[in-house]
């Protein structure tokens, strides 16, 4: 009896620990006054994918983005690079410095709000404005080429880097993204800011190795998580910065100028998967009573584990599960256009359709992470006056607070549904105008397309179920 | 001792109806495909 007792406790504290209500929590704040059942817009955004799917085999007979020109409109000055290189340092500087020195409380802290708000959320939302954001502020790429031209304005120049392994591709991006956000969905001590501090300074160390062994862009395009991950949604955007010049071009034209080298397949499903899993985590199917992670927690602890790391795993299995359903419904996909035409393997099929995730991933982020840009980016004002939490008032805005009514639920809802719409739609697009170029007759092309369909369908519903199970 | 997931029923029958798309959508897809390959056949021959 004392057992079951201490056991019921142990799965209380541990639930308590990592299930919702964590600081930086995603969830919509307000109840939703929908006008029609959430379930309907599911069976609308289906309506709007097959009516897309017909305008473009009807209307769409030659590939359009696959060779677009780019218009060159801007060219700044190279001390403008060092700039945004001093300040993604700086930065960088300012967020472990916060993560160690400053308050353990997360929403008082600067640390977590940078990581969870900042960084993996608003600068996803920004590169699809602006371009590749983050390849300017990358505070270690910035350190690297700063050394890199100390040592040759010295004299001493630096090694030749070795040859970066083809075999190896993306799959060190994939790994990395995967990992951080194991840390944000699964690790219970996620918004503990010196442990942020620590991981932030392993991940820069890391990168600078991998960058002085292998060289600054060759590691910074393949292996670097999220010079990667915010590289791939820059794709999207109608503004591209190369060699210091800004171009212009169509929207998701930059999409299909993606290298599909080893682990870009990973690294869509992970994408689209860990924030698949996020949504689900939220919901009452995976917490609520008599749910998945609770009875999977009770069968660890079974074995001898504790609460708490019983806990993690159950949550790691469900992150791994979402990461291979994503990857199993586009397997499906690529398997199923297969049977169309003669000359095609799986493998091949699959690379070149993997830039059609893209958008997909950028809708599930825009979806799933804009209640939590809109709420909680608003703490800026303040943590930026008071980055540690011990009273201070650098720029006067630490009495600043998060103004809720800012857009309500139904906004949010609308937001989401928009995106998830729009992002599928841009999917199907962009596989459609593949599919041109890969197969020989249009009709092959179009029918090669009903499988992706069925995917993008797919995909849409199980997002807007993800975002209404979380939302109730 | 589990509970059989028919007495969660009233938890995630509405789950349903996010499915029901997909599988009219993959319904649909497929008899098309069948009958454009049989069309695409009669045509070869």
């Not at chain 1, 719409?421 to 092959?444: M, P």
């Amino acid at each position: 009896m004392r057992r079951a007792l201490l056991a019921a406790a142990g799965l209380a504290v541990g639930t308590a620990l990592a299930l919702p209500a964590t600081a930086l929590a995603h969830g919509l704040v307000g109840k939703q006054d929908l006008p029609i059942p959430r379930w309907l817009f599911a069976w609308a955004a289906a309506v709007v994918l097959v009516v897309s799917f017909v305008a473009l085999a009807t209307l769409w007979p030659r590939p359009r983005l696959e060779r677009v020109h780019e218009r060159p409109v801007l060219r700044v000055p190279a001390v403008l690079e060092v700039l945004c290189g001093a300040i993604g340092i700086a930065v960088f500087v300012a967020t472990v410095w916060a993560g160690f020195a400053g308050s353990e409380t997360a929403t008082a802290n600067l640390a977590p709000t940078m990581v969870y708000v900042v960084f993996w959320v608003a600068i996803p939302f920004a590169t699809l404005l602006v371009g590749d954001l983050f390849a300017a502020f990358n505070p270690w790429r910035a350190i690297a080429r700063g050394t890199a031209w100390v040592f040759a304005r010295a004299g001493g120049g630096t090694p030749a880097p070795l040859a970066y392994p083809t075999w190896l591709g993306r799959w060190p991006a994939a790994f990395g993204i995967l990992a951080f956000a194991w840390v944000e969905l699964v690790y219970v001590n996620r918004d503990d800011p010196s442990t942020l501090a620590i991981l932030a300074l392993l991940y820069a160390a890391t990168q600078l190795v991998g960058m002085s062994l292998y060289g600054i862009e060759q590691w910074t395009r393949n292996a670097d998580a999220f010079s990667v991950y915010f590289r791939l949604f820059s794709m999207l955007s109608p503004l591209h910065w190369r060699e210091r010049t800004l171009y212009v071009r169509p929207p998701l034209a930059g999409a299909p100028r993606l290298d599909p080298v080893p682990g870009t397949v990973a690294m869509l499903c992970v994408m689209i998967g860990t924030v698949s899993f996020d949504g689900l985590s939220q919901g009452a199917l995976w917490t609520g009573s008599g749910a998945i992670a609770p009875d999977l927690q009770q069968r660890f602890i079974n074995v001898g584990f504790s609460a708490e790391t019983a806990l993690e795993i159950a949550f790691t299995i469900g992150l791994l599960f979402m990461v291979g359903l994503v990857a199993g419904v586009y397997r499906l996909g690529i398997v199923g256009m297969r049977s169309v035409g003669r000359g095609h393997d799986v493998t091949e099929l699959s690379r070149r359709f993997v830039h059609s995730l893209i958008p997909i991933a950028l809708a599930y982020v825009i979806a799933h992470y804009f209640s939590l840009l809109v709420y909680q980016g608003q703490a800026m004002a303040y943590l930026v006056s008071d980055p540690l939490g011990d009273g201070s008032n650098i720029f006067g805005t630490a009495t600043a607070t998060i103004d809720y009514n800012v857009i309500g639920a139904n906004g949010v809802w609308y937001v989401q549904v928009f995106a998830l719409i729009l992002g599928h739609a841009s999917g199907l697009t962009l596989a459609h105008d593949r599919a041109l170029v890969v197969y020989a007759r249009v009709r092959e092309a179009t029918r090669s397309q009903y499988w992706m369909l069925a995917v993008m369908v797919g995909f849409t519903s199980l997002g807007l179920w993800l975002l209404s199970a979380a939302a109730q | 001792m589990t509970a059989p997931p028919i007495a969660h029923l009233g938890h995630w029958y509405h789950s349903l109806l996010y499915l029901a798309p997909v599988v009219i959508v993959v319904i649909v897809l497929w008899f098309q495909e069948r009958r454009e390959r049989r069309r695409e056949d009669v045509e070869d021959d």
